[in-house]
Structure formats: structure tokens, C-alpha cells
């Protein structure tokens, strides 16, 4: 009888003989799916097949309950071997088989050729290869942080040890004593251009028991193998414990076996015929999911859609002119609040070695446990925050803006993929980060994430703002990113003389605001040099020439009210610490557009990189402090 949760150190005779029964059956269906579709990758699939068998029939899932919060994970990392994954699903009882085999790679089918998180059972989308053990070191981190017994499994391939994300993971995963982390490489020797070990060759399990991991070596098509030792790295309570399966690419059938051109394409008819021969499988099977596939694609129980955190906001700090404060102390500031108020929430903060830096520090103090250093290892970083985030916990990201998304842009794409629900407080963004110079100005902050669908965006412009879009944005569902820059900057005042984001001022996601009105025109205008912005326009004010101020916090949102307003006005200067191709001004012209309002809309962004030197000399010599941003309006003005 095969029992989940590996209870017993070995399978019982039956068990072993039933799963090798269904790997034949499974291997078929591998070949039918594919061949039907004419793309996907049997190879790999049938490599590690009895990985995916014996983890799918033993691990603590649940096919009835496949969300259950208390389940193991189990990560696939190289994702193209979606067929094999698939179809052990299918066997454990999470949809039925025959849906899987008709609907493979089709057109609205869920079934997408790289494993995709709306399928039942699966818990990370991947297909870029090395990201996989990551998201297993988030699912561990994430069961310690809420004390759910789960463990977690990774599987991963030989091909894709080449990366260095896979070494950030394994460290990590080694110096947090992640115990309850197995991982299972299927060793099969090939990959897309032929072997391994002529293409990068790696010594996988030199590399694991190098970083302290426990390394057990097995015939992966071994089912009772493979059990004996995913059970026995269950009983490792010293470290992480690495499953090294011996396997054969196309194992199962001859012609396909050791061959790297079955690596990633469908049998022909008569190659299916053969294959089907030699596995004993019955040939009607692709007839019959041929007509199937004619049949409207079933979406199985996709992953519920996650409800608004409920987080207690705390009081909310009110800065005042008395004493410039940077953002980022800010946010570090109302993130040790919120540590503090909100108990019982399960946070972690992954730092790569900044947290001084970016604030993160305070934190660290107040949660050591939640504190989660990374080192100099972003691109594992941001997956782990992102697994962690899809497991209840609040995770946040915090770095540069140049290492938390212009090095990790692809980490950030799977996290909206997969529907995460991480947060990315960025630092340093902009001109603004001052001496380090060049290699260090991101000036994407917002151009990144314009590209992809899910992420926010949120760009503060002084503390006051900062505080309360950091209270909101740890409640907001998904992906959110907060952008900030280096300096200390002045609390920003109204018309009034009031601090214009402190007192009752409410974050709001999508909402402008106005410092200034004016008739001239408005500078459009956000974080860094929000407070810039409205000093010219107090400047331009003092001879004479009224100009309003908008604020926007939220580029990638803008707001119709503020920018129907604008549309009307005689000139609009957009100022802002980014590239001027890519942030608020594109914001802004793509409103224009898709409104179908003309408008005199003129950015006054970053257009190259800058050099080292203290900000406010950098943003002089560009133009961007006050009495720059207040000539080039004037310029403006008179070329009329
Ligand atoms: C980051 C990344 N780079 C390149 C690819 C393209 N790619 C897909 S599979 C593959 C070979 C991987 O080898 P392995 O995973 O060992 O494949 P298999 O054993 O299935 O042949 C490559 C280079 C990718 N998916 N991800």
C-alpha cells in the first residue's frame, strides 16, 4: 500500500511493483502528449519519471485538497519536463490523465509546455532553468517561519547545475539548516547540445556536499531506490540531503535512450508506433486524444485567488520640516512598526548584504528570525522572497534598485508569473545614489516593471509618503515594488504650509497629488525630485509665473482625474530622477494617447549615465534641482 509523507524507510514489495506498472503506462502517455502536440520534452520527462512518481504518490499531498496549506512542496525546476510532471500528477488523482494527454500545449489549455502554477499540484511555474531550488529554499523558510511541518522537494536537472543561481540556493539552503529540504537531481548526462559533461561539466555531487549539504546517490529508475533515500534524507536532521538519480534520458525505450535528439521534440507516427511497441501501450491512445482534443479545454480548480492581508497599519509617523529624512529610514522605520504591531504575522525580510544601507537593519533587531541574509546572491534573493511570498509569509526584497531589479529582472518576470506576492523595497534608485556613479544609477525603477502585467509600482517623494505607502503596500495583494532614492529630502509642504503626505494623509495606489495649482502649467512630477519640483514652482511663483505641482506615486497608474487636469494645461514639464524614455513622462505620453488628448507634454528625465559626485551637485549640473527645473520651464514658457 503506498502511504504519503514517507512514514516507512522502504516500500513494501507491491508498492514497488505498482509504480513500476504505472511508469510503463505513464511513459506512453509522455510519448502520446507529446507526439499528439509535436513539440514538448519526452526525454527528460521519462528520466525522471519515478522521481516524479515516487514524490507524487508519497509526499504529503492531497489531489482533493491540492491548496491545503499544511502540504509538502514539491518544485520542478527544469519546468520543460512539464509532460512528466503532468502525468505523475494525473496518476496521483489531481485531473484526470486523458485531459492532460488531449490538452497538452493547446491553446487555452493550462497544460502549458513549461509546468505553469494554475495547474493543480504544481507550486512554482518554471522553465527557466536554475531558479527551482530557490523557490524550494523559500517553501522551507516559509514552513519554519509559520511552523507548518511541510517539506519541501525540489527536483531539478543535470543541464541546469551549470547555473550560479543553483549555487546561491544550495548555500543558503546549507547555512539556514534547511533540514526539511530535499533536493533530487535527475543525473542523466544529456542535454539540448549532447553530454553534459562536454557541454559545462559539473560535479554535482562534489558541488552539493562542497556547500554541507548530504549527498545519497541512486538508479533513479529505481523506484524502491528512490524512495529509500528521499526517506532517509527525511531522517537527516543534521542538514539538506541531495538525491543524486542515475538516469537515462528516453529510459523506457531504445531508440530514444542516451540520445540528445529526444531531448525536446514528439516522436514522428512510425517512431510512436515503435515506441508503443516496445512499452506494451496501446496505439488508439493518440487516435482517441486526437478527438479529445477537438473538445473544449476543461481549466481545472486553478489556485484561489489570495484575499487582502489583514495587517494591522499602526500609527503612522508624521515627518516635519525640522529634520530631513531620507525614505529609506523611513521605510525601515514603519517596517519595524509594523514587525511590531503585527505580532503574529508571519515576516521575513531577505537582505543581500545591505541592510545598512537600505534600512533593513531595525528589522533584523526586532525579528531576528525573519531576517534572512542572502549575501551577494540577488537572483536566489528574489525567487526565494517570491516562494516565500506564495506561502503566506510577507516577504519583502529589499536592495539597490540596480541589484533588485536590473539584475534579477528575470527573477522579478516568474515572481508575476507565478502570481507571488512579494514586496520589493529598492533603494539607491536613480541619479540619486550619488558617488557610486554609473554602475549604480538605476534609472528603470519603473521602465522594468512597465513590461511585465501584475507588478505595482510605488515611487514615494518624501518620508511622510513613504510611511504610509510602506503600512499599504504590506496589505496590497501581488507583486509591488517601492522605489525610492539615496537622499535625505525636505518634507514636502502644501499651499498651506502643511506637511502635504503627513496627518490623516492616506496612501492611495493610483491616486495623484496636487502641492501646487497654477495657470502657466504644471510639473508633473514623482519621488526624488517631487520636492525639487515644488520649490521651482515656488520659485517660478516669486517672479510672478504660477505653476502647478502634481505628485504621482504610482506611474504605472495613473490617475484620470489628476491627468484630465493636466491634459488641459498650456505646458507640462515631467520631471523625475528615471530614464526619460521609460518612466513618467512615458507614463504620461501613453495616457495622452490612449485618451486621445494633445498636450505640450516635455520630459525632463535622465538621458546617460552620470558620473560619481554628491547628488545635489549631479542633479545641478543636469538640471534637476530647483533652480534647474524652474529655468527649463521658463525656457519652456518664452519658446512658445
Ligand atoms: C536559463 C535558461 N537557459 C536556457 C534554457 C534553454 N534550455 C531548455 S532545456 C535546456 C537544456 C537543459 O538540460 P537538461 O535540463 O539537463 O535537459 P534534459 O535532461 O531534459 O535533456 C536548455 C539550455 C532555459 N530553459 N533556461
Known amino acids: 500500500m503506498l502511504a504519503r509523507g514517507f512514514v516507512t524507510p522502504e516500500l513494501d514489495d507491491d508498492s514497488v511493483a505498482e509504480l513500476e506498472r504505472r511508469a510503463r503506462i505513464l511513459r506512453g502517455a509522455i510519448l502520446t502528449m507529446t507526439s499528439l502536440a509535436n513539440s514538448g520534452h519526452p526525454g527528460g520527462s521519462m528520466s525522471s519519471l519515478e522521481c516524479f512518481l ?11 485538497r491540492p491548496h491545503w496549506d499544511a502540504r509538502d512542496r514539491i518544485v520542478v525546476s527544469h519546468g520543460h519536463t512539464s509532460p512528466g510532471v503532468y502525468a505523475a500528477l494525473a496518476d496521483a488523482g489531481f485531473f484526470p490523465l486523458d485531459d492532460v494527454i488531449a490538452h497538452f500545449r493547446q491553446v487555452g489549455s493550462p497544460f502549458e509546455g513549461h509546468v505553469e502554477r ?24 516559509a514552513a519554519r517561519l509559520t511552523g507548518r511541518p511541510s517539506r519541501t522537494f525540489v527536483v531539478m536537472s543535470d543541464g541546469e547545475q551549470h547555473k550560479g543561481q543553483v549555487a546561491e540556493a544550495r548555500r543558503l539552503a546549507a547555512k539556514e539548516n534547511l533540514i526539511d529540504l530535499t533536493a533530487l537531481v535527475d543525473l542523466n548526462g544529456i542535454q539540448i547540445s549532447g553530454r553534459t559533461a562536454d557541454i559545462m561539466p559539473v560535479d554535482v555531487a562534489a558541488d552539493f556536499s562542497a556547500d554541507g549539504w548530504g549527498v545519497i546517490e541512486v538508479d533513479g529508475h529505481d523506484v524502491r531506490a528512490v524512495y529509500r533515500a528521499v526517506a532517509a534524507a527525511a531522517d537527516d536532521r543534521e542538514r539538506p540531503v541531495a538525491v543524486i538519480a542515475h538516469t537515462v534520458i528516453g529510459k523506457g525505450v531504445s531508440f530514444m535512450e542516451g540520445e540528445p535528439e529526444f531531448h525536446g521534440r514528439g516522436l514522428t507516427l512510425d517512431e510512436y508506433e515503435r515506441a508503443c511497441a516496445e512499452l506494451g501501450y496501446d496505439t488508439a491512445s493518440l487516435e482517441r486524444a486526437c478527438a479529445k482534443r477537438k473538445s473544449a479545454v476543461l481549466t481545472p480548480h ?14 503612522a509617523r508624521t515627518y ?21 504591531t503585527n505580532p503574529a504575522v508571519p515576516m521575513a525580510v531577505l537582505d543581500c548584504d545591505l541592510a545598512t544601507s537600505v534600512k533593513t537593519d531595525g528589522f533584523a533587531r526586532v525579528r531576528p528570525g525573519g531576517f534572512i541574509q542572502a549575501g551577494v546572491g540577488e537572483h536566489n534573493a528574489a525567487t526565494v522572497a517570491g516562494a516565500m511570498s506564495a506561502a503566506g509569509v510577507l516577504a519583502f526584497h529589499a536592495d539597490f534598485g540596480v541589484f533588485g531589479i536590473d539584475e534579477v529582472y528575470n527573477q522579478q518576470r516568474l515572481n508575476d508569473i507565478n502570481e ?7 533603494t539607491h534608485c536613480g541619479v540619486d545614489v550619488g558617488e557610486d556613479g554609473k554602475t549604480h544609477q538605476c534609472i528603470d525603477y519603473v521602465g522594468a516593471f512597465r513590461n511585465m502585467f501584475g507588478w505595482k509600482v510605488i515611487v514615494p517623494a518624501d518620508p511622510n509618503q513613504t510611511d504610509r505607502a510602506v503600512r499599504e503596500m504590506a496589505g496590497t495583494p501581488g ?13 514636502i509642504l502644501g499651499a498651506d504650509g502643511e506637511p502635504l503626505f503627513g496627518g490623516d494623509y492616506r496612501f492611495e495606489y493610483g491616486r495623484a497629488s496636487w502641492a501646487r495649482a497654477g495657470e502657466a502649467g504644471v510639473i508633473l512630477t514623482m519621488g526624488t525630485l517631487a520636492g525639487a519640483a515644488v520649490e521651482a514652482a515656488d520659485l517660478l511663483a516669486s517672479e510672478g509665473v504660477t505653476v502647478g505641482v502634481c505628485v504621482v506615486s504610482s506611474p504605472l497608474e495613473m490617475d484620470d482625474e489628476a491627468m ?29 494617447a490612449l485618451h486621445r488628448r494633445v498636450c505640450r507634454l516635455v520630459p525632463h528625465g535622465v538621458t546617460e549615465y552620470q558620473s560619481s559626485g554628491a547628488s545635489a ?24
Request: with cysteine.
Open 564 to 592: 484630465t487636469r493636466i491634459a488641459g494645461a498650456p505646458l507640462v514639464l515631467v520631471a523625475e530622477d528615471h530614464g526619460w524614455r521609460s518612466g513618467l513622462w512615458a507614463s504620461a505620453a501613453e495616457w495622452m
Open 479 to 491: 507583486c509591488v515594488a517601492l522605489a525610492m532614492g539615496r537622499s535625505k529630502l525636505p518634507v
Open 54 to 64: 515516487v514524490l507524487h504518490h508519497c509526499a504529503n499531498i492531497d489531489p482533493v
Open 617 to 640: 551637485e549631479l542633479f545641478a549640473r543636469i538640471g534637476m534641482d530647483a533652480p534647474g527645473i524652474a529655468a527649463r520651464f521658463t525656457e519652456l514658457m518664452e519658446a512658445r
Open 302 to 315: 486553478l489556485h484561489p485567488a489570495r484575499p487582502r492581508r489583514v495587517l494591522a497599519a499602526g500609527t
Open 420 to 426: 507571488s506576492e512579494v514586496k520589493l523595497v529598492v
Open 118 to 141: 494554475l495547474v493543480p499540484g504544481v507550486e512554482w511555474g518554471t522553465g527557466n532553468l536554475g531558479q527551482g531550488l530557490s523557490a524550494g529554499a523559500g517553501f522551507a523558510l
Open 320 to 340: 516635519t520640516r525640522e529634520k530631513d529624512t531620507d525614505n529609506r529610514s523611513a521605510w525601515g522605520a514603519a517596517l519595524v512598526d509594523l514587525a511590531q
